[in-house]
């Protein structure tokens, strides 16, 4: 267990499996619906990523209720670049997790990787208006993240579908970020050009796990360009470690050429996909 994680007490590791056994991916329907309706506040996370979206929904004390995810390219490098196609899928994950809930969704917060013009900040929130909830709150990827990590020195690395996100925190406060492009996204790519494959081929062989020691080597140039970014932007700290979330980290031998290129020991916490929408939710207010 990783030390110095915010929630669920003594069980970090067991709240995130217990948050991944809720969160499904585009499920058609046959998602089970909870046994009762949830009563009190509820808190609402939406992530508009590059790759997917997620929406989750915890109860007021923080225990996770039900969320979904899907693939869509409708942000890119952080900003919204189809705005009613991030409309009508938000729609669509929030009436799957309201029938699940038995209730409605009416607010929810929403997140934005570092750098991101304040212009398409306020797109982002627009998003979750027009889906029909009131964007409470609009946090910092790396801040929501560490939300449930609780990291209190050392840096957080948010590889999500287009940039690479990288957060330095110092006495529990985030004291630096920046955002460049590199992604998952890159790594499709690439295992498109070298296999002749579609896009969307390439992206299911990338995370069919039979598949990834074979495609490592194609990939490891992107790994090893994500880890001089985050060698440049941590260049002059001194980080005791590297923490990588996102559904990028979840490529097997990741942080091994992360620590290998910047290094700083690095690791990847368990479910590294669902920590920043679930740090998102956390930071509702309602």
């Known amino acids: 267990m990783m030390a110095g994680w915010t929630i669920a007490g003594a069980d970090p590791e067991g709240w995130l499996f217990r948050a991944e056994k809720v969160i499904h991916l585009n499920p058609d329907g046959t998602a089970p619906r909870l046994a ?9 996370g939406v992530d508009l990523g590059t790759a997917y979206t997620v929406l989750v929904a915890l109860d007021e004390a923080g225990n996770p209720l039900a ?3 899907q693939f869509a390219q409708v942000v890119r490098d952080g900003l919204v ?22 209730r409605q969704l009416t607010h929810a917060a929403s ?30 990827e790396p801040v929501a993240a560490n939300h449930v990590l609780g990291i209190r020195n050392g840096v957080i690395v948010d590889v999500g ?43 299911a062989l990338k995370t069919t796990a039979s ?8 990939v490891r140039p992107v790994m090893e360009k ?22 990028t980290a979840l490529f097997p031998g990741m942080a091994g050429v992360i620590e290998e290129v910047t290094g700083i020991p690095t690791r990847v ?10 740090g998102i939710a956390l930071t509702d207010g309602g």
């Not at 009762?36 to 609402?44: E, N, Y």
């Not at 957060?167 to 050009?193: K, P, Q, S």
């Not at 598949?211 to 194609?218: G, N, T, V």
């Not at 916490?269 to 679930?278: A, D, E, N, Q, S």
Request: proline share 6%; glycine share 12%.
């Open 67 to 69: 969320g979904e995810y």
């Open 211 to 218: 598949e990834q020691a074979r495609l490592f080597p194609l």
């Open 36 to 44: 009762s309706t949830p009563q009190g506040d509820l808190r609402v």
């Open 269 to 278: 916490p368990v479910k590294p996909m669902f920590i920043t929408p679930l």
């Open 111 to 140: 997140a934005f990787p570092p750098g991101v013009p304040r212009a398409e900040v306020r797109a982002t929130a627009n998003v979750v208006e027009a889906a029909g909830m009131i964007c409470s709150t609009l946090v910092d």
């Open 226 to 247: 994500v880890g001089t970014i985050i060698e440049r932007h941590v260049r002059g700290s001194q980080p005791v470690s590297i923490t990588l979330v996102g559904g």
């Open 161 to 203: 579908g287009g940039t690479t996100g990288v957060a330095i925190i110092e006495n529990g406060e985030v004291v630096y970020t920046a955002d460049e492009a590199t992604g998952g996204t890159h790594f499709t790519l690439v295992i498109a050009g070298a296999t002749g494959l579609s896009f969307e081929q390439a992206e």
């Open 81 to 102: 670049v189809d705005y009613w196609g991030a409309v009508n899928l938000l729609r669509e994950l929030k009436g799957r997790v309201e029938d699940r809930l038995g």
